[in-house]
Each structure stands twice: as structure tokens, then as C-alpha cells.
């Protein structure tokens, strides 16, 4: 048996540096929230995605509020860790396994890392020294080289992320910038300046997912998709990440009745760097291949325009607590549905998807990749 | 994560009679994937592999210089993508601070002193 699921509530801490607040409170903060939305006290098991977190920590945090004695999953897969739990926990309720599942996302890098993530030395390319800007830098450098961009294009997703996030209170930074402040910020890992890049963040976001009762506004899951990345080389004719990206667009598009992204009224994508969202544009179909930089430069993909991306100010700006961050985005577009979202309110959102993409290990197009489907009955 | 442990992850390097450098690879016997590691099966289709060399030729795929601190190299340090002919596409250092340009000519010149694969530019 098959059940339509619901995502009946969701909750989040705030994201920014918080090394002074421990990974039980940030949990809390987003565990409470979702439990209060939804109406419940408890749940039948719980899926947790982190990355950097050390073993142990989901049950270690969960029994602290007195979530014992069912279930409990830890996954890993990157940067999609949180989204990879959502998608595991809405399979639980679709086929009837649990009734009623928590999905928590949660991460503290501040007191793991001073800056970028330390590249793995296990893997080949982490050995020698490709931090993930450097990776992100390498399709920067491309697009630029080929065309498809131009620096003033990726520093336009900076700007408009920026300026969505002024409306998000839980976001880590927000601001009025103008492309020649991102373009001056310091050098990164050229063309990508500081301010194309996710701030080092702590925090936690959950969801709480069951059957679906059919009421009236109830958000539920249309697809859910998943997928792990293909070898990647000279073999493809785009960056890193797209074809992946695209491939798992495809599954949860179609999986969701939707003939195109361009379908669905507010998206949430994985903008850790801002080329990030450039080419997640183009690989979901929200725009044109090769249109991403130009849509970001012209206001399509702002509040406001035919195709608004990262209304809670993307990664880039609400933060990147790595493990948290898929169920961040599930909350952002689980409220803009039920119209909650304030000044940052896409106006009349019906369909909403997100996009989760990880990686670090090489040869790989990603560790992993989500995108999944909210509709709001 | 901070400090290597086990065997080195990074392509094995070997400097012919003729004085090239080569990576040491795969490449599998069925769809002909390019391997620059001494992997069991194919990463693509998972076909049996065998042994084979690939450069010292290629052209940078794309580059990039890495400002920031990241342990067991000093920034600023200049990396491309460089697509060996007929092989694999690698990771390489590049001597200086200013990114390789993308579309020319590199070959490969063996490890730098981390150990890293290395390569020059027809600049």
C-alpha cells in the first residue's frame, strides 16, 4: 500500500555561527517547532542526515527530548545529508512502514572548521588540495572562459540572495549589496570572491512527515527524488554537478505528474557557491541552458520575477550548516505554500521544489543529489 | 581529516624510457573509460579494467587559483583540470599564482614537493 504523505510540520534554530550552543539545543529548536506545527508529541522513528557530527550524536541529541526507544537512522551523504533523510523518511510513510517519522538535519561546523571545509586526504583530489570553492571555482572558470556567463552574472545571484535573506530573521547574513562590492570582496578561489561563498553555520531543521488526511492547505510530498552521481570527465559537455542534477530533476518531475520545473511556483536550490545556482537553474529546466547567469542578472529567478530561486536567501546567505541545510529548504518552501513567509512571500505559491547537491569525492558528478516535489492542497 | 593516514589516494606517476611523464591507470576493457587509478572495475559500467598509461599531453579542461589556507598546501596555489589525450581528466598543480588558461596545451612534469601531480602550460 501506497499512501499520499503530508509534511504535517516543520522547525528550524536559527543558522549562523553558534559554537556557544550545543547540537542538543540547536536540535531542540527545530524539533519543538516541527512537533508544534504538526500537533504531535512523538513519532514512530527518525531518520537524522549530518556529515561532520560525531558517532552517536543523533541518539545522543534525540534523548535529550525524550525520543527513545524507536528507530533511529543516521545517513551521510554530503551536503544532501538532510534532504537524503527527508527522502528516506517520506518513503517510510509513503509505503507504510512508520506512521509518523521525524526527519532531522543538523550540523556544528564552527567548532570543526576556521574556514572551508578541510579536504578529505582518503580522497585523491581532497589530497591534493581542491577545497570545495576550488571545485565550484573550476566550473566559475569555465562558464566565464565559454561564454555562458559573465563575472557580473554570478555575482548578481550574491546580490539577490543577499537581498532576499533581509527578510528571513533566521538567516546568518543578509544586506543591500551592490555587484561591484561582491566582485571587490577578497579573492576566494578565482573568479569566486568571499562573497560568492556559504559562510562556515551551526544549525538544525526537521520535519515531521505522515499520511496525508486530505484537509484543506496541507502541504504533501507530490516526489521525492534520489540519486548518486555517474563518473564525471571530458566524456560530458558540462560542469560538474549538472548532469546529475538534471538526471534527478527528470525522476522527480516525472515522478510528480510536472511536464517542467517551470511548473512549480518557488524552488529552493543548493547555492553554496554562487555558480551553484547558475547551473541548477539550467539543469532543473527552470531556464534555458546557458540562461542561468542572465536570469539571475535580470531579476527572473528574484522575488518578483516568473521563476523566483532561494527566497530564505540560499546558502549563500540564510547559511550552510552542512547536514541541516536539505531540511532548511524543506521548511522554506513548506511555508512559502502555506503562505507564511512574510516580505519574502512568493505570492500564490502552490508548487514548490527543492534541490540538494553533495559532494567531495572525485571522479564522481556529486556524492549525492535530491529534488523533491511540495504541493499545498 | 587533518593528517593523511593510510596509502596515497593521489594517480600513481611514471617517467618512461623516452623521459614523459605518464599516470599509471585503467582503462576498461568493455566502454574504454579512462581511469586515472588503479581501481578494480570500471566506475562507469563495471567492467573488468586494464593496465595503462595515459599523457604527458592534455589541454586544461579549467583552473583556478586557491587563496585561502587549507592544510598541507600553502596559498596561493594554482590548480587545473587538465583532460589527458585520450585518458583521463586530472587534477594538477601548476607552477606561479595566476590561473593556467583554459583551452591550452599542458603536460605533465611529475609531483611537486607535496607530492602532488604537476604540469606545465603553453601559456
Not at chain 1, 113 to 142: K, V
Amino acid at each position: 500500500m501506497s499512501a499520499s504523505v503530508a509534511v504535517a510540520g516543520v522547525g528550524t534554530s536559527h543558522f549562523g555561527r553558534q559554537p556557544e550552543r550545543d547540537l542538543v539545543a540547536l536540535a531542540w529548536d527545530a524539533v519543538r517547532e516541527a512537533f508544534d506545527d504538526a500537533g504531535v508529541e512523538a513519532v514512530d522513528a527518525v531518520w537524522v542526515g549530518t556529515v561532520f557530527a560525531p558517532a552517536g550524536v543523533a541518539q545522543r541529541v534525540l534523548r535529550a527530548m525524550g525520543i527513545t526507544g524507536v528507530p533511529i537512522i543516521t545517513v551521510e551523504n554530503a551536503c544532501a545529508s538532510g534532504t537524503t533523510a527527508f527522502v528516506e523518511a517520506h518513503e517510510a510513510v509513503r509505503t507504510g512502514r512508520y506512521g509518523r517519522v521525524l526527519a532531522l538535519g543538523l550540523e556544528q561546523m564552527s567548532t570543526a572548521f576556521s574556514g572551508a571545509i578541510t579536504p578529505e586526504t582518503t580522497d585523491p583530489e581532497g589530497r591534493a588540495g581542491l577545497a570545495m570553492p576550488a571545485m565550484y571555482a573550476m566550473s566559475a572558470a569555465r562558464y566565464l572562459h565559454s561564454g555562458a556567463a559573465t563575472a557580473e552574472q554570478l555575482a548578481a545571484v550574491s546580490v539577490k540572495n543577499h537581498a532576499h535573506a533581509v527578510h528571513n530573521p533566521r538567516a546568518q547574513y543578509s544586506g543591500r549589496y551592490t555587484v561591484v562590492e561582491v566582485l571587490a570582496s577578497r579573492m576566494i578561489a578565482d573568479p569566486l570572491t568571499l562573497l560568492q561563498c556559504c559562510p562556515t553555520s551551526d544549525g538544525a531543521a526537521a520535519a515531521v512527515l505522515t499520511a496525508a488526511t486530505g484537509g484543506a492547505g496541507e502541504v504533501v510530498v507530490r516526489s521525492a527524488a534520489l540519486r548518486s552521481g555517474a563518473p564525471w570527465n571530458h566524456r560530458s559537455p558540462h560542469v560538474w554537478g549538472h548532469d546529475v542534477v538534471a538526471d534527478t530533476a527528470r525522476d522527480a518531475l516525472t515522478a510528480a505528474g510536472l511536464d517542467a520545473a517551470t511548473d512549480v511556483d518557488v524552488v529552493e536550490v543548493h547555492d553554496a557557491f554562487t555558480i551553484g545556482e547558475i547551473v541548477t537553474t539550467e539543469a532543473l529546466g527552470l531556464v534555458p541552458p546557458g540562461d542561468g547567469g542572465k536570469a539571475a542578472a535580470g531579476g527572473v529567478t528574484a522575488l518578483g520575477g516568473a521563476h523566483p530561486v532561494n527566497p530564505s536567501g540560499g546558502l549563500l546567505s540564510r547559511g550552510h550548516p552542512l547536514g541541516a541545510t536539505g531540511l532548511a529548504q524543506l521548511a522554506e518552501i513548506s511555508w512559502q505554500l502555506r503562505g507564511r513567509c512574510g516580505a519574502r512571500q512568493v505570492d500564490g505559491a502552490r508548487l514548490g521544489l527543492v534541490e540538494t547537491m553533495g559532494g567531495g569525492v572525485s571522479v564522481l558528478d556529486g556524492n549525492s543529489c535530491v529534488v523533491t516535489v511540495l504541493e499545498a492542497r | 581529516m587533518s593528517s593523511p593516514t593510510g596509502g596515497d589516494p593521489r594517480p600513481e606517476i611514471h617517467r618512461t624510457a623516452q623521459g614523459d611523464w605518464v599516470v599509471v591507470g585503467r582503462r576498461c576493457r568493455a566502454c574504454a573509460e579512462p581511469v586515472a587509478y588503479a581501481w578494480p572495475r570500471c566506475p562507469a559500467c563495471a567492467a573488468a579494467v586494464e593496465a595503462a598509461h595515459f599523457g604527458p599531453r592534455g589541454t586544461v579542461w579549467s583552473s583556478t587559483v586557491v587563496r585561502i589556507a587549507v592544510p598541507g598546501h600553502t596559498p596561493p596555489y594554482s590548480l587545473a583540470y587538465v583532460d589527458l589525450d585520450d585518458g583521463p581528466r586530472v587534477l594538477a598543480h601548476v607552477a606561479g599564482d595566476e590561473p593556467a588558461p583554459i583551452g591550452r596545451p599542458a603536460w605533465l612534469v611529475g609531483t611537486s614537493d607535496a607530492g602532488d601531480l604537476q604540469v606545465e602550460v603553453d601559456r
